[in-house]
């Protein structure tokens, strides 16, 4: 069974195609047309609805709860499962102004659709439930942040800025009004806002103030994260969450259950944000016969700093001792991000260029790596970064020994296009990332038609070790994306310039040995001429950025 609310009612469902999209629930089903279909495939932002997840339990439901801080985020519900709706309130346009009469000219309306109404920021109006939607979650967790701030200097400068107005709505596409009434409109709202606070006009709080006891209720207690696997055999059959016509679908409480399921059933779909796979259901029209889904398993969206052991070093001979970070396969980009902000500043600079808010919010780690497309953003950066792979692959659930675990170099997991070290019944546990040691650069560069919300042509990650007197080139790894059936190191091209003094000639060598490594396609986005042509700057130009940086740093 799953639950959540709909524009603030209950919904409680367990027949129902486990294949189904929030937006044909929400069309199809509920019947609530504001929401959109443009592409179908999560480019276009048409779709975008808002989401707040709701507190596990009933006594959550307090002031002083994770109720009311949870963030509000956004997501394409074209394809996004409904079943990873539960235990959250979905939103819709429709939902977002004060309108108890249910009569037009007397609704207030949210200061998102009031701003885009005064800034003339609908033409067609397709896109326009989209806008609002992105452009309302960025408000609202501003609102949010402001009332959590007791400091009423601080209110007064914490104000939304350019920038975050086009961050919110860079998932969105607009083919009629060239986006600047749209930006005046994100920028209008807060103007908006504090209008009808000194007018004492009331908005409508869409923070989850529901009652939550009937939800709770349906919640059977998960599985202690530390059960054994036996106990859980012994147990009764996990039960699916959704059925319709054979086809089941999977919501597993913990690691256990879900080392259980995949014994069971190997050859299942395994579903973690969806942000590709979404795409079998509405482009390929595949329906899915079982789908286990990871939304639930805290153990997969967490992350831990710890030592680096004598086994990881074994495998990689670069990796000095030292720490790693350790990311659980299910943690989303956005949930990624504060983390490396922290400890890879250029790695989080390239979120930005990563897909969109919407695609950020669900997309996870270990389901781009798993999906081993050559275009991925993330792979190149990894093995640049010579992380490491944790596996998992469970056997019969009988057996004695019901998985076996192993960790390897990413750089042996990728085995042709496509194809991957996972077979059926495996998953992607956890990414070990060694920490950036002294003398040592990281240099990340993406070619793509838009800046935004788009797939790469070409991707380079470059990490480059220095010798104690920063004069030699001690070691280096370049990871490429683009320019094979598989995310690759250019090994040659580390060869040619490992040893190598700090000059620019040294890079120039590398770059002449790029065709050794790689032979690129010719494709939609790009010729091979261009793509080799590309890179190869791109190798000089991270040569001339770290002298210039060595050149800073000793000034």
């Avoid at 079998?280 to 992350?303: F, R, Y």
């Avoid at 990624?336 to 990563?354: D, H, K, N, S, T």
């Avoid at 919010?361 to 798993?370: D, E, Q």
Wanted: charged residues 20%; negative net charge.
């Amino acid at each position: 069974m799953i639950n959540f609310y709909l524009n603030g009612k209950y919904h409680e469902l367990t027949h129902l195609n486990p294949n189904t999209t929030v937006l044909e629930y929400l069309r199809l089903h509920a019947r609530q047309t504001d929401t959109k279909e443009g592409c179908g495939s999560g480019d276009c932002g048409a779709c975008t609805v808002m989401v707040q997840r709701l507190p596990v339990n009933a006594t959550d439901n307090s002031n002083n709860s994770t109720n009311s801080t949870a963030p509000f985020y956004t997501l394409n519900s074209c394809i996004t499962l409904l079943s990873l709706m539960d235990g959250h309130h979905l939103m819709t346009a429709s939902y977002l102004a004060d309108n108890p009469e249910n009569h037009p000219e007397r609704a207030l309306l949210h200061p998102a659709q009031q701003a885009l109404v005064e800034c003339h920021g609908s033409q067609c109006g397709f896109c326009t439930p989209g806008f609002v939607m992105s452009l309302a979650s960025v408000y609202e967790n501003k609102r949010m942040q402001k009332k959590q701030n007791d400091n009423s200097d601080e209110l007064s400068e914490n104000n939304l800025s350019y920038d975050e107005v086009v961050a919110s709505i860079s998932g969105n596409l607009c083919r009629c009004t060239g986006y600047r009434p749209i930006i005046e409109a994100g920028l209008m709202m807060e103007e908006i806002g504090k209008q009808r606070e000194t007018n004492q006009t009331s908005t409508k709080d869409l923070t989850i103030n529901l009652a939550t006891d009937a939800m709770a209720s349906t919640k059977e207690p998960a599985a202690s994260k530390t059960e054994s696997l036996t106990t859980i055999t012994e147990a009764e059959t996990i039960e699916p969450a959704l059925t319709e016509a054979g086809r089941q679908l999977f919501i597993p409480q913990s690691i256990d259950e879900l080392n259980q399921l995949l014994a069971t059933y190997p050859k299942a779909t395994i579903w973690a944000g969806g942000t590709d796979l979404g795409l079998s259901v509405t482009q390929n029209l595949i329906d899915h016969e079982v789908i286990i889904q990871l939304s639930a398993i805290d153990a997969l969206k967490s992350w831990s700093l710890s030592d680096i052991d004598e086994a990881a070093n074994s495998h990689t001979e670069q990796v000095e001792a030292g720490q790693e970070l350790i990311f659980g396969a299910g943690m989303s980009y956005a949930k990624m991000l504060p983390v490396l902000e922290q400890y890879f500043p250029e790695f989080a600079r390239l979120f930005e260029r990563i897909a969109s808010p919407q695609i950020r919010n669900m997309g996870t780690l270990g389901g781009n790596v798993a999906n081993a497309s050559p275009i991925g953003d993330l792979p190149p950066i990894l093995l640049a970064l010579e992380a490491r792979i944790h596996l998992r692959h469970c056997g019969a659930h009988d057996t004695e020994q019901p998985y076996t675990d192993e960790t390897i170099p990413l750089s042996e997991f990728f085995l042709d296009y496509k194809k991957t070290k996972l077979r059926a019944g495996s998953y992607v546990v956890a990414i070990h990332i060694p920490l950036m040691q002294d003398h040592q650069h990281l240099f990340i560069h993406k070619i793509s038609k838009r800046f935004e919300d788009d797939i790469s042509a070409c991707l380079l990650a470059a990490k480059i070790e220095l010798s104690a007197d920063c004069n030699t080139i001690k070691q280096a790894k370049f990871g490429l994306g683009g320019m094979a059936a598989i995310p690759l190191l250019a090994e040659k091209c580390q060869q040619a310039i490992i040893g190598q003094p700090l000059n620019v000639t040294s890079f120039e060598k590398a770059a002449r040995a790029l065709p050794s490594d790689v032979s690129p396609l010719t494709d939609v986005r790009a010729s091979r001429e261009y793509r080799m042509h590309v890179v190869q700057r791109l190798l000089i130009k991270c040569g001339k950025q770290l002298i210039a940086n060595v050149q800073t740093e000793s000034a």
